[in-house]
């Protein structure tokens, strides 16, 4: 079992993110993570890659939505390099699906920084990522969705008491049980 994200706080209001010169504001019940892109060949994480600012959204029912600029200028991903798979319908938009994975950046428990420490996870996405390239309407931060939780077999807790959530691998036994049911 490996532990993702461990004890990521989200709160009842308002709140702000500050990345690069920029301040986002972060709504109430928002769950910040930190993510990186790659090319869809890519196994391993170059040591170069920037990571950036999303919300993990279970409402969001595809795998990841960016925005083009955010892709280039944060994710320093040019949306040339990656191969279109297709496309879908979001929010009444078309969107065109690309091949990319993206990496879950572990957390410090009971903060939204960054584990350094820790290794990035890598998030199989077979079936892409979608780019929104207009600016109405387009998130303030990128969105991880269920899918992509669901499609690599995460286990997402959340602690309403606490205000957190938990996010890790299955062990050997969850998925043995998982088989024998």
Same mark, same amino acid.
């Given at each position: 079992?490996? !532990?993702?994200? @461990?004890?990521?706080? $989200?709160? &009842?209001?308002?709140? +702000?993110? @500050?990345?690069?010169?920029?301040? $986002?504001?972060?709504?109430?019940?928002?769950? !910040?993570?930190?993510?990186?892109? *790659?090319?869809?060949?890519?196994?391993?994480?170059?040591?170069?890659?920037?990571? $950036?600012?999303?919300?993990? %959204?279970?409402?969001?029912?595809?795998? $990841?939505?960016?925005?083009?600029?955010?892709?280039? %200028?944060?994710?320093? !991903?040019?949306?040339?390099?990656?191969?279109?798979?297709?496309?879908?319908? &979001?929010?009444?938009?078309?969107?065109?699906?690309?091949?990319?994975?993206?990496?879950?950046?572990?957390?410090?428990?009971? *903060?939204?920084?960054?584990?350094? +420490?820790?290794?990035?996870?890598?998030?199989?996405?077979? +079936?892409?990522?979608?780019?929104?390239?207009?600016?109405?309407? !387009?998130?303030?931060?990128?969105?991880?969705?269920?899918?992509?939780?669901?499609?690599?077999?995460?286990?997402?807790?959340? %602690?309403?008491?606490?205000?957190?959530?938990?996010?890790?691998?299955? %062990?050997?036994?969850?998925?043995?049980?998982?088989?024998?049911?």
């Amino acid at each position: 079992m490996t !532990v993702l994200l @461990s004890h990521l706080p $989200f709160t &009842e209001r308002d709140d +702000e993110l @500050s990345f690069g010169l920029t301040r $986002f504001h972060v709504k109430p019940f928002q769950m !910040v993570v930190w993510c990186s892109i *790659t090319g869809h060949a890519i196994e391993e994480m170059p040591p170069h890659a920037p990571r $950036f600012p999303g919300i993990l %959204d279970t409402g969001h029912n595809h795998n $990841f939505s960016i925005n083009g600029s955010h892709l280039r %200028d944060w994710a320093a !991903v040019p949306i040339n390099s990656l191969r279109r798979l297709g496309q879908i319908e &979001e929010g009444g938009d078309t969107l065109p699906l690309f091949a990319a994975n993206v990496w879950i950046h572990c957390n410090r428990p009971r *903060t939204r920084n960054v584990a350094p +420490e820790k290794p990035p996870f890598l998030l199989r996405l077979d +079936e892409g990522i979608a780019v929104q390239d207009k600016r109405i309407g !387009v998130p303030r931060l990128p969105l991880l969705g269920l899918r992509a939780l669901a499609r690599n077999d995460l286990f997402l807790t959340t %602690d309403g008491g606490k205000r957190c959530v938990h996010l890790r691998t299955l %062990d050997w036994r969850t998925k043995l049980l998982r088989w024998l049911v």
